[in-house]
């Protein structure tokens, strides 16, 4: 474990991670602090995705975090630091989920509802092309009931495409780097993102329209 000096300085507003990191390696310990606030919730997330438990999630980001403080003079910006991140994670989170016996079923033919359905023909194929839901609001209104709205509805997603979505949409990464941190092809993450983005696009569609999905 890093020893941390507790001259700390005063900074304001929201910073970068490259800042954070540069004030990490310092031994600044609230800029650690800072960094867990903004990555914990979605390292609880992505790690629910493998291991069996809230319990089992919450012990595995612990451990990352321990692993980030260990390693991360060794951090050389080949990729970002999420995605640098979400790695260690990953790679602790499929040891634990094995040891738990933890099967992760991908279920292509997932659909949720005929708000989902009539997306596509009888073919199976898309009648109109998906687009991105953060593209929906900020062709409508932007505020904060629907950004509540569409975090409602990623929440309600099915355990597979909750994580693709949040990974892809929420947080940024490519489509690569998804199917990296979630052991699936690139191939699925499309289909299973398109399906995702297709239902929160529904409801967010009733929403401006004044109905309840």
Same mark, same amino acid.
């Given at each position: 474990?890093?020893?941390?000096?507790?001259?700390?300085?005063?900074?304001?507003?929201?910073? #970068? #991670?490259?800042?954070?990191?540069?004030?990490?390696? #310092?031994?600044?310990?609230?800029?650690?602090?800072?960094?867990?606030?903004?990555?914990?919730?979605? @390292?609880?997330?992505?790690?629910?995705?493998? !291991?069996? +438990? #809230?319990? +089992?999630?919450? &012990?595995?980001?612990?451990?990352?975090?321990?692993?980030?403080?260990?390693?991360?003079?060794?951090?050389?910006?080949?990729? %970002?630091?999420?995605?640098?991140?979400?790695?260690?994670? !990953?790679?602790?989170?499929?040891?634990?989920?094995?040891?738990?016996?933890?099967?992760?079923?991908? &279920?292509?033919?997932? %659909?949720?509802?005929?708000?989902?359905?009539?997306?596509? &023909?009888?073919?199976?194929?898309?009648?109109?092309?998906?687009?991105?839901?953060? =593209?929906?609001?900020?062709?409508?209104?932007?505020?904060?009931?629907?950004?509540?709205?569409?975090?409602?509805?990623?929440?309600? @997603?099915? *355990? !597979?495409?909750?994580?693709?979505?949040?990974?892809?949409?929420? =947080?940024?990464?490519?489509?690569?780097?998804?199917?990296? @941190?979630? &052991?699936?092809?690139?191939?699925?993450?499309?289909?299973?993102?398109?399906?995702?983005? +297709? @239902?929160?696009? +529904?409801?967010? *569609?009733?929403?401006?329209?004044?109905?309840? %999905?």
């Amino acid at each position: 474990m890093r020893h941390f000096s507790h001259d700390w300085r005063r900074y304001g507003g929201p910073v #970068d #991670d490259s800042e954070l990191l540069a004030r990490l390696i #310092d031994g600044d310990e609230r800029a650690f602090v800072e960094i867990v606030t903004r990555y914990q919730p979605l @390292l609880v997330r992505v790690a629910r995705f493998y !291991v069996k +438990s #809230d319990a +089992s999630a919450e &012990d595995v980001a612990q451990d990352t975090w321990i692993a980030v403080l260990n390693g991360v003079e060794r951090f050389e910006g080949r990729s %970002s630091f999420k995605t640098w991140l979400l790695h260690i994670l !990953v790679n602790r989170a499929r040891t634990t989920g094995a040891k738990e016996g933890r099967v992760r079923p991908i &279920d292509l033919t997932w %659909s949720e509802g005929t708000a989902l359905s009539k997306r596509f &023909d009888e073919g199976g194929f898309w009648r109109e092309a998906p687009v991105p839901f953060t =593209e929906v609001i900020e062709n409508g209104m932007v505020n904060a009931p629907m950004v509540a709205r569409v975090h409602e509805q990623i929440e309600q @997603l099915p *355990e !597979v495409p909750r994580a693709v979505v949040t990974l892809r949409d929420v =947080e940024g990464l490519s489509t690569t780097e998804v199917a990296s @941190l979630l &052991d699936i092809t690139e191939a699925n993450v499309r289909v299973i993102l398109h399906r995702g983005r +297709s @239902l929160i696009r +529904s409801a967010i *569609e009733t929403t401006l329209q004044g109905g309840v %999905s």
